[in-house]
């Protein structure tokens, strides 16, 4: 649930599970909970990935942005960690990791390589109605993170 900055609907991150029903037709049905609540800090999660060997959740957020306001936080990368045996089933706690000061680009795709010190990321430029230029995508490797 992705939101909208405009309505001040901040989105959220859903986990879904199709777990086995014998009553359905298919034999399964689907559980979705939230996961990530939406603020205005953390708002509009866009793509994800898990770092493997510590089950933390990166989110890419895809807010509006603005080059008229250097002090408006624009994209970011989140981590979040897992639920852990407190009783809710949300995450227990998320942290900016990186932030894009460029107006005039946004995150797009996380990749972890296997050992989870290491992802692979795009920075997409584009108009600020939201197109994409051509050409003007780079990855970027971020590297040296603990997995302690």
């Known amino acids: 649930n992705t939101g909208n900055d405009a309505a001040s609907n901040w989105g959220e991150t859903l986990c879904f599970e199709d777990v086995v029903d014998a009553a359905a037709a298919t034999g399964r049905h689907p559980v979705v909970e939230r996961f990530v609540l939406g603020n205005p800090e953390l708002r509009m999660a866009d793509n994800l990935d898990f770092q493997p060997r510590t089950g933390n959740l990166f989110i890419l957020m895809d807010a509006t942005t603005s080059v008229e306001d250097p002090n408006r936080t624009n994209d970011a990368v989140w981590a979040c960690l897992p639920d852990g045996?407190?009783?809710?089933?949300?995450?227990?706690?998320?942290?900016?990791?990186?932030?894009?000061?460029?107006?005039?680009?946004?995150?797009?795709?996380?990749?972890?390589?296997?050992?989870?010190?290491?992802?692979?990321?795009?920075?997409?430029?584009?108009?600020?109605?939201?197109?994409?230029?051509?050409?003007?995508?780079?990855?970027?490797?971020?590297s040296g993170l603990d997995v302690h």
Do not use: K, W, Y
């Not at 005039?104 to 996380?110: K, L, M, Q, R, V």
């Open 85 to 142: 045996t407190d009783p809710d089933l949300l995450s227990d706690g998320c942290l900016r990791v990186m932030n894009l000061r460029d107006g005039e680009a946004e995150f797009t795709g996380i990749q972890f390589l296997g050992d989870g010190t290491s992802f692979l990321i795009h920075v997409q430029h584009r108009t600020q109605d939201g197109r994409a230029v051509p050409g003007t995508t780079d990855e970027l490797l971020i």
